[in-house]
């Protein structure tokens, strides 16, 4: 199981940006370099106020693998896995804890989840499999929702738009919640791979989802499209 990874570069103006180039890394590469100090303290820096400092960390694609090299939408293709991203946590020590506790007490919805990490401004990111049956990342964010209230924690990010949408690495003891089955292979999925409009799209008419928060509660705003 490989993701990419980008490191940050500095382009012809001088600025900081993230990478656009990728670097395949497994697993444990990814936690070997998550174990860097300088991530650990860049990431400080971040939670100190120093919202640049984000530019400086390499940054991890968990929804698409370019085929090209290159960090470009149309030269990606799915890694079968979706990402929700919590922002303005409220308490975000207690919030973790209650989260990964809720997790445990669901063993199917355990099995789907790849991974749980707070991000460099304390944001929760859920990283999981992608469910076929829902064509849009609006509706796996209503689902995920719908198992774990999320909503309770803080605010959905609505910017994860499309398959090169990368999030930047956080410390690997910042990862609160690791499945180990799914990276050894122990966990088999069963669904046909999904097309890469599962992360756009607008929201259908009709659903079989029963969320527990509505479009106006998830973003503050009605936000159907992606």
């Given at each position: 199981?490989?993701?990419?990874?980008?490191?940050?570069?500095v382009?012809?103006?001088?600025?900081?940006?993230?990478?656009?180039?990728?670097?395949?890394m497994?697993?444990?590469?990814?936690?070997?370099?998550?174990?860097?100090?300088?991530?650990?303290?860049?990431?400080?820096?971040?939670?100190?106020?120093?919202?640049?400092?984000?530019?400086?960390?390499?940054?991890?694609?968990?929804?698409?693998?370019t085929?090209?090299?290159?960090?470009?939408?149309?030269?990606?293709?799915?890694?079968?896995?979706?990402?929700?991203?919590?922002?303005?946590?409220?308490?975000?020590?207690?919030?973790?804890?209650?989260l990964?506790?809720?997790?445990?007490?669901?063993?199917?919805?355990?099995d789907?989840?790849?991974?749980?990490?707070?991000?460099?401004?304390?944001?929760?990111?859920?990283?999981?499999?992608?469910?076929?049956?829902?064509?849009?990342?609006?509706?796996?964010?209503?689902?995920?929702?719908?198992?774990?209230?999320?909503?309770?924690?803080?605010?959905?990010?609505?910017?994860?738009?499309?398959?090169?949408?990368?999030?930047?690495?956080?410390?690997?003891?910042?990862?609160?919640?690791?499945?180990?089955?799914?990276?050894?292979?122990?966990?088999?999925?069963?669904t046909n791979?999904?097309?890469?409009?599962?992360?756009?799209?607008?929201?259908?008419?009709t659903?079989?989802?029963?969320p527990?928060?509505?479009?106006?509660?998830?973003?503050?705003?009605?936000?159907?499209?992606?």
């Amino acid at each position: 199981m490989n993701f990419d990874i980008y490191y940050p570069f500095v382009n012809k103006d001088g600025k900081k940006c993230p990478g656009i180039k990728a670097v395949p890394m497994d697993w444990q590469q990814i936690m070997e370099l998550t174990s860097s100090p300088a991530i650990k303290i860049t990431v400080q820096k971040v939670r100190n106020g120093d919202k640049e400092a984000k530019k400086d960390l390499p940054a991890i694609c968990w929804v698409g693998r370019t085929t090209s090299g290159k960090r470009l939408a149309k030269d990606c293709e799915p890694t079968q896995f979706v990402m929700v991203d919590i922002d303005h946590v409220k308490n975000f020590e207690t919030s973790i804890q209650h989260l990964i506790d809720d997790i445990f007490k669901k063993n199917e919805l355990k099995d789907c989840i790849l991974c749980v990490h707070a991000t460099p401004s304390l944001g929760i990111r859920i990283v999981f499999r992608a469910i076929e049956e829902y064509p849009s990342l609006i509706e796996h964010m209503r689902w995920m929702d719908s198992q774990l209230n999320l909503s309770q924690y803080g605010e959905f990010d609505p910017a994860v738009k499309d398959l090169s949408r990368i999030s930047f690495l956080v410390p690997n003891l910042d990862f609160y919640y690791i499945n180990n089955r799914i990276i050894n292979g122990e966990i088999k999925f069963e669904t046909n791979p999904i097309k890469g409009d599962v992360y756009q799209g607008d929201m259908p008419e009709t659903t079989t989802i029963n969320p527990t928060h509505s479009e106006q509660e998830l973003f503050g705003k009605n936000e159907t499209e992606f």
